[in-house]
């Protein structure tokens, strides 16, 4: 099995594949497997052939109709088990940060494996996406049986989506860069970790891919742009979730209708943001009001209060970097994203 020939080929360990392919699939499939050898088998996520292997079984599984119930619960507590014969305890404090990690980049690897396997024409993308679309939705079943064991203490209370949000913003082999240099992005500014994703091309599958995660963040309810705790929060301050969502844009003239979720989603931002600044206003009115009544009411002496800087209501949502990206403030110029930022990466 070998990747995308438009990006560097990566040659499989073929044995070890159908190992865990084998193994994964009796999971994925819900046919009798064998949880001790599967979980021993886990412990060697350093092999690529391993989170491609899951890749295969999820994307087979949804071939065949939605992922079976009780998928989430038999992870969460393969990863239980996992934890266990490692650690010797499966409390989260034990574990090491390497094995958060690990888990981590696995799970950016299988969406980055159901990719690769839909790297082909528009045309035959499209006849998959309903495959497609359970198929990404059961790596976030995976995630929310997993997320627990992941890098981020708060990931633990929060949600799947919220997980692989951070997971793809701080992978070294993230997703996030395919597209740009297809999109017009300069070579230049691409760190050399991400060389070899940025010349990944786009298809058809990352735009339904942004549309589950989409789905997925609107589902949580939330729509707080101050906190880095939950997902919409987390997506609205990642630069390299949004200019990718663009390029996902970008990349099709009927991505509208490709993507519904995505752009409501942008919407869902742009509007927080403009909630947000509506209240720094009022606030700033409000504190400059009640210091205007103290001093009318003290005619004798006059109480200076100490100068404080207060800044300006927002005119542009104050989006910065959050753990596991790397970028800089985007433009200053007015909401959204300025049009050259769907081709940028930062």
């Known amino acids: 099995m070998e990747e995308s020939s438009s990006v560097k080929t990566v040659t499989y360990n073929l044995v070890r594949f159908n190992a865990y392919r084998r193994c994964a699939t009796e999971f994925v499939h819900g046919e009798v497997y064998d949880m001790h050898e ?5 412990h060697d996520l350093r092999w690529i052939e391993v989170p491609r292997a899951f890749s295969v079984a ?13 998928l989430e619960l038999e992870f969460k507590q393969l990863l239980a088990y996992v934890t266990f014969l490692a650690f010797g305890s499966t409390e989260r404090e034990v574990v090491q940060p390497w094995f958060l990690k690990n888990w981590d980049d696995f799970f950016v690897s299988c969406v980055d494996g159901i990719l690769c396997l839909n790297n082909h024409p528009d045309s035959r993308v499209k006849r998959r996406e309903d495959i ?8 976030l079943t995976l995630v929310e049986g997993a997320r627990r064991y992941m890098s981020l203490d708060r990931l633990a209370e929060s949600s799947a989506v919220h997980a692989l949000l951070v997971a793809a913003g701080h992978s070294r082999a993230s997703f996030l860069w395919h597209g740009y240099l297809q999109l017009g992005g300069d070579q230049d500014d691409v760190p050399d970790i991400h060389a070899s994703g940025a010349t990944r091309a786009m298809t058809l599958a990352h735009l339904f891919l942004m549309d589950v995660i989409a789905e997925a963040i609107l589902a949580t309810g ?14 609205a301050g990642s630069v390299k979730w949004r200019t990718y969502a663009q390029r996902c844009k970008a990349f099709r003239p009927d991505a509208s ?21 509506a209240t720094v206003g009022s606030s700033k009115r409000s504190f400059f009001g009640k210091r205007s009544a103290f001093k009318r009411k003290r005619t004798k002496r006059v109480v ?9 209501p927002l005119t542009t949502p104050p989006i910065v970097e959050l753990e596991g990206t790397h970028g800089r403030p985007w433009d200053k110029g007015g909401w959204g994203i300025e049009q050259t930022a769907a081709l940028r990466c930062y």
Request: glycine share 8%; hydrophobic share 45%; proline share 6%.
């Open 304 to 312: 200076v209060a100490p100068r404080l800087r207060v800044v300006a």
């Open 222 to 235: 939330d729509t707080e742009v101050v906190s880095w705790e939950r997902a919409f929060g987390h997506y």
């Open 257 to 277: 209708t490709l993507m519904p979720k995505a752009l409501l989603l942008e919407h869902q931002v742009e509007e927080a943001y403009r909630n947000a600044a």
């Open 38 to 42: 599967l979980a021993n088998m886990l």
């Open 58 to 70: 999820l994307y087979n599984a949804a071939r065949k109709g939605p992922l079976r119930p009780g």
């Open 132 to 139: 497609l679309r359970r198929a990404f939705g059961g790596v």
